[in-house]
């Protein structure tokens, strides 16, 4: 049975035939093959000890911390294969394992007509107030996580919102302290702190990687907001590896809306450093390719920095570029 309403997108949920939870990353994906990782696994013995239901059937969530490292450990016990077009071994789930597909936008519109719950129509008045604050079109905002399963937990839940379109993206993070607060004070040294831990970074560079987009307070409940990329077919572009994590030194022009999507891409200008383990020293790198999105606000400012990350041929563009967050190269920090 085809149970797609549209090509599969990054942070669609797509529902397996025993009811375990998996998010969609990346929006290009072959024939008969969705890229997922599991988020939460279908618990039928946890009654009563979980905090959401699908269905009646209680879940636990494996994925607890958003990290490269935390999904791929998560992700361990699906199916996974070397991906040309991204250049690495990801999991994937099979058309024919997959039970329902569930798209924000059209989860979106359902809570707009008739929230079910307080936080769905809390859900409701945050797209709206995006959509005014931003100009963002209510036809490319959606809602993601567990409102668009349906599995919420009305005391406890975010509110996560997904937003299409690359120039989207880019009005969205200009606009949202309109309707939003920025976490401050002991709320954002937590989240500082968090992100240095996740991430193996400093301090000073994890306080960088705050923008209110990923992180803010919507009438006290948190928000987030992510921008998938924009379609393209499948093939168009692909990834090959050098096998070096390498460090570049790099100039980013500020504003390039690609580097706040996932996964992202920003146009550079650079060279790699001299550097242990990196065999390719003066190369000469043409972009960065986001597969942590924790490191896209910093690299959306632009500006002068030091990357370190995977070094890749992009084709058939022709160029070099750093990926920043492949499992190859997971320690961040420079």
Known sequence: MHVFSRPPMD???????????YVVFGSKHPLGFVFSYIKYRACPGCGGTSL?????????????????????????VQDRAYDPVYGAEVPYLRYSRIYMHLAPEARAR??????????????????????SSSGVPLSSIGVGGSILGGFHNVVFSDIDL?????????????????????????????????????????????????????????????????????PSRYGDRYIRSLGSCCIARLEVPP??????????????????????GCRFA???????????????????????????????????D??????????ECLSLGV
């Open 162 to 230: 997904v937003v299409y379109g690359c120039d989207n993206a880019s009005r969205v993070y200009g606009s949202i302290e309109s309707f939003a607060e920025p976490l401050r004070g002991g709320d954002l040294e937590r989240w500082v702190r968090n992100q240095a831990s996740l991430h193996g970074v400093s301090v000073d560079l994890a306080r960088a990687m705050y923008a209110p987009y990923r992180r803010s307070l919507y009438r006290g409940r948190a928000l987030t907001v992510v921008f998938p990329e924009d």
């Open 110 to 131: 359902e809570i707009l007509d008739r929230p079910a719950d307080d936080l769905e129509a809390l859900a409701s008045e945050a797209i709206m107030d995006l959509k």
């Open 52 to 76: 959401w239901y699908f269905r009646g059937v209680p879940l636990v969530r494996v994925v607890e911390r958003y990290s490269v490292g935390d999904v791929l450990r998560a992700s361990s």
């Open 318 to 327: 022709g160029v070099y570029c750093l990926v920043v967050g492949a499992r």
């Open 255 to 276: 504003n390039q809306c690609g580097a706040l999507q996932y996964p992202g891409l920003a146009w550079v200008e650079g060279s790699v450093i001299p550097s242990r």
């Open 11 to 21: 942070h669609d949920i797509v529902v397996d035939r025993d009811l375990n939870i």
């Open 282 to 316: 003066g190369v000469e790198v043409g972009c960065v390719i986001i597969y942590e999105g924790a490191f896209s606000p910093l690299i959306y400012r632009g500006g002068s920095m030091l990357l370190r990350g995977l070094l890749v041929g992009l084709y058939p």
